[in-house]
């Protein structure tokens, strides 16, 4: 988990886990530099390993920091503003022991007026398309498990087995579109995104960016889009579909 000045959803978002974790893990927080008693309450904690860093290294460096220090065989990558959910952690396991090719599982994601904010990315690589963005949830609703372009970062789970060939996140991103690169690092190296609805999270979406100006924010996400897009130009171009039946077409990177 990587904290910045939430700390609310941040002790909510513990008590969860503890409470619907229903698969063995371990926990490990990298907080950037929280001004907001973050800091003090992480010293409380007795089951966390916490990593404080004396600056805002961004999500991506965080993240990295986290897993390089873990054990465990699959990594999830979770925001504090999200909450666990009865359920939510096996089956997320469960779908990458169905195939090995399997680099990346996300969760459906909701927030609390139970709209979505998490149900996949479909489309081309050149033009993606989130999946039912702030439509109200219903069960029936993206309830098929799904090959995806990508699936939403604030909880985002990958393979250790897979870091000496897809590495871990790209750090020149500081603050968006970190997962996206991965996703697209995965299948680009032949590799699946999988959205499984049978996990599903609560998410606060931007809880742990409010202290960022509207322009700030749109900065970043510009600076980071320019990073993305000089990287994946050619790539951008593949004529690879995912669609609702979680197809995936005409990728000339696919493995045998």
């Known amino acids: 988990m990587i904290s910045y000045n939430c700390v609310d959803y941040l002790k909510r978002c513990i008590n969860s886990i503890e409470r619907y974790a229903d698969y063995p893990y371990a926990l490990w927080i990298v907080d950037n530099a929280s001004t907001d008693g973050t800091q003090e309450y992480l010293s409380t904690l007795s089951r966390a390993t916490v990593i404080t860093n004396p600056v805002n290294r961004g999500y991506a460096q965080a993240c990295n920091q986290g897993a390089r220090l873990g054990t465990g065989r699959y990594i999830l990558f979770l925001n504090a503003d999200t909450e666990a959910t009865p359920g939510w952690l096996s089956p997320l396991v469960k779908c990458f022991e169905t195939d090995s090719h399997i680099a990346v599982v996300g969760p459906k994601l909701v927030n609390y007026n139970n709209k979505i904010v998490g149900a996949g990315v479909v489309g081309a690589n050149g033009s993606p398309l989130i999946r039912g963005w702030m ?46 690169d991965y996703s697209y690092n995965a299948r680009y190296n032949g590799y699946r995104v999988v959205y499984c609805p049978a996990s599903r999270m609560y998410h606060a979406v931007a809880a742990s960016s409010q202290d960022k100006t509207p322009e700030q924010l749109r900065g970043l996400f510009m600076e980071s889009e320019r990073y993305f897009q000089q990287k994946w130009g050619e790539f951008l171009k593949e004529v690879r579909t995912y669609g609702d039946e979680g197809t995936a077409v005409s990728s000339r990177h696919d493995r045998s």
Do not use: K, N, W
């Not at 309830?143 to 372009?149: E, I, K, W, Y």
């Open 135 to 180: 439509e109200p949830d219903d069960p029936d609703r993206f309830a098929v498990q799904t090959d995806c372009l990508s699936v939403c970062g604030a909880a985002y789970m990958i393979r250790r087995d897979l870091i000496p060939e897809l590495g871990l996140f790209d750090e020149h991103y500081f603050f968006y579109f970190e997962e996206t």
